[in-house]
């Protein structure tokens, strides 16, 4: 048999059962009209001859019980193993990694998380919220560019020059 689960073999078919957590020993016990939503496809039909031929090569011993197992390949029940294959895996970009390590207070911590995720409290964000203002750009620089948290924090003539009176290694932080 193959790696794969029958659902995945046999998509046409999976697409009529009424138990869509049918065990084998289920399967063989019960009558098709409980199994599955009649009448099949042609494509379903061919799929459960296919499935029906299959089980039937198979020597089975009425003893054994059906074993469950999960698609991350063990018996076991994991929800953190659950959580990462419904959730997927992404990158995550190296600041948030030293956002969190480093020794700063959490208030700040969680400030920079807001700014990396764009979730500060904007006018551009206000706007998307469907918040009312009169107008939408930055009341800081006074220029017709909308406020936006990379405009308000490293574009903005007024935060820049702030920026610029803090020194870091001997140089000023923002370059225009």
Same mark, same amino acid.
């Given at each position: 048999?193959?790696d794969?689960?029958?659902?995945?073999?046999?998509?046409?078919?999976?697409s009529?059962?009424?138990?869509?957590?049918?065990?084998?020993?289920?399967?063989?016990?019960?009558?098709?009209?409980r199994?599955?939503?009649l009448?099949?496809?042609?494509?379903?039909? *061919?799929?459960?001859?296919e499935v029906?031929? &299959? =089980?039937?090569?198979?020597?089975w011993?009425?003893?054994?019980?059906? =074993?469950?197992c999960?698609s991350?390949?063990?018996?076991?029940?994991?929800?953190?193993?659950a959580?990462?294959?419904? =959730? !997927?895996?992404?990158e995550t970009s190296?600041?948030?990694?030293?956002?969190?390590?480093?020794?700063?207070? !959490?208030?700040?911590?969680?400030?920079?998380?807001l700014?990396?995720r764009d !979730?500060? *409290?904007t006018?551009?964000?206000?706007?998307?919220?469907n918040m009312e &203002?009169?107008n939408? *750009?930055?009341?800081?620089?006074?220029?017709?560019?909308?406020?936006?948290?990379i405009?308000?924090?490293?574009e903005?003539h007024?935060?820049?020059?702030?920026?610029n009176? =803090?020194?870091?290694?001997?140089?000023?932080?923002?370059? &225009?």
């Amino acid at each position: 048999m193959s790696d794969q689960n029958l659902q995945e073999l046999y998509p046409q078919l999976f697409s009529f059962t009424k138990k869509k957590k049918c065990s084998i020993r289920f399967f063989l016990d019960q009558d098709m009209n409980r199994i599955f939503s009649l009448p099949l496809s042609t494509q379903a039909t *061919n799929q459960l001859e296919e499935v029906q031929t &299959l =089980i039937q090569q198979r020597t089975w011993n009425a003893d054994t019980k059906d =074993i469950w197992c999960y698609s991350w390949g063990s018996c076991k029940c994991s929800s953190k193993k659950a959580y990462k294959i419904l =959730i !997927g895996h992404t990158e995550t970009s190296p600041l948030f990694n030293w956002m969190w390590a480093s020794s700063n207070l !959490g208030k700040h911590k969680f400030f920079f998380w807001l700014l990396l995720r764009d !979730g500060m *409290n904007t006018r551009n964000l206000l706007r998307s919220k469907n918040m009312e &203002l009169e107008n939408y *750009n930055c009341v800081l620089c006074n220029s017709d560019c909308e406020e936006t948290s990379i405009h308000l924090f490293f574009e903005c003539h007024f935060s820049t020059a702030y920026w610029n009176t =803090i020194p870091y290694a001997g140089t000023q932080i923002c370059h &225009l």
